[in-house]
């Protein structure tokens, strides 16, 4: 591991003026799960690690607001997200999805800023809050902007965040009556890491789904929203017939990528079956 500063600002402005868009080796941490490893593995050698550990009280705070969405400041650990009641009755699939999530000591400490910041597409947070059609919201030189979760990912380990720009919140919508759930498949225990995620977010009407978001985690080089299988759900009863119908424009539209979990033909099998049972899984959930 090479020589490097570390910065320990006291406010979020300041660790964004530590930052230089020019500069890659030069990079925030937060919980340091993800960079420590690739410090250790010499994929990355930083000249200046800002530590945001002093700022983690006032954007580690997460609570509904006034218009009926539910603010996570990007300092919260995981773990914070898991056991948090109000975050737990306002959207249920993220408790469910921590279950899944690595493991207890890496909870405790990676935040859900690092989360989507770190742009790795196995991750299985990135894939829920696309849909649920949560956002983030940024800090830069500039000002703050909103950047859907849908949009922050453009490929393996990249963002449109800028080198000088640090997520500071994250912002999910009113949920009403919505439905959701969270499947992941991993090759070895559950808690690994997914070979295939799908995350789905509905509304019901009786037996008919409306407005469905479907997205797809761990098999392309970021979230896949697969508006497909939406065509073919939304506004249907969801009958057998029309879950397969699903499953089937999945598998013939989601362009599959292998990696060390699976073969593209392998991951597209996980992408027909896990996509009905994400669509059976909604359905048969109580309002
Ligand atoms: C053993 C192990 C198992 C794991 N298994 C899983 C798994 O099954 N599923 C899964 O989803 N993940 C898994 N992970 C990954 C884990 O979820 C990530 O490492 C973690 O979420 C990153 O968060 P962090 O706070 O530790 O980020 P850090 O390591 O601090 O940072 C990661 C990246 O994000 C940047 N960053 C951090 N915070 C911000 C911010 N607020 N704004 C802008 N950029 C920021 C950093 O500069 C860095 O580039 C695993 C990790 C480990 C070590």
Not at 200 to 213: T, Y
Not at 261 to 273: D, E, F, I, N
Request: charged fraction near 25%.
């Amino acid at each position: 591991m090479n020589a490097f500063e570390l910065e320990m600002p006291d406010s979020l402005k300041a660790a964004v003026a530590l930052l230089d868009p020019e500069d890659p080796t030069i990079r925030v941490m937060s919980g340091g799960t993800a960079l420590m490893l690739m410090m250790k593995t010499d994929v990355f050698h930083p000249t200046r690690l800002i530590s945001l550990r002093r700022i983690e009280e006032t954007w580690s705070q997460m609570g509904p607001m006034p218009d009926g969405s539910f603010r996570i400041g990007a300092m919260c650990t995981l773990s914070q997200m898991e056991h948090n009641d109000a975050l737990a009755a306002f959207a249920p699939v993220i408790r469910q999805t921590m279950y899944l999530l690595s493991n207890v000591r890496v909870r405790n400490v990676a935040t859900v800023g690092g989360a989507l910041a770190h742009g790795d597409p196995h991750m299985d947070l990135p894939p829920v809050l696309v849909a649920l059609d949560a956002e983030v919201v940024t800090e830069s030189p500039e000002g703050s902007r909103r950047i859907p979760v849908a949009e922050l990912h453009l490929g393996y380990y990249e963002t449109v965040l800028r080198g000088d720009e640090l997520i500071r919140e994250v912002i999910i919508p009113p949920q009403q009556d919505r439905r959701a759930s969270y499947l992941k498949c991993t090759t070895r225990a559950v808690k690994d890491w997914p070979a295939l995620g799908v995350a789905l977010s509905a509304d019901l009407d009786g037996d008919s789904m409306r407005d469905a978001r479907l997205v797809i985690g761990s098999v392309g080089e970021r979230p896949l929203r697969v508006s497909e299988v939406e065509a073919v759900v939304n506004g249907q009863q969801m009958t057998e017939r029309v879950i397969r119908d699903a499953g089937e424009a999945a598998a013939a539209s989601v362009e599959t990528i292998p990696d060390e979990l699976g073969s593209a033909a392998y991951k597209t099998q996980l992408v027909r079956v896990h996509v009905e049972r994400a669509l059976r899984a909604v359905v048969n959930q109580n309002a």
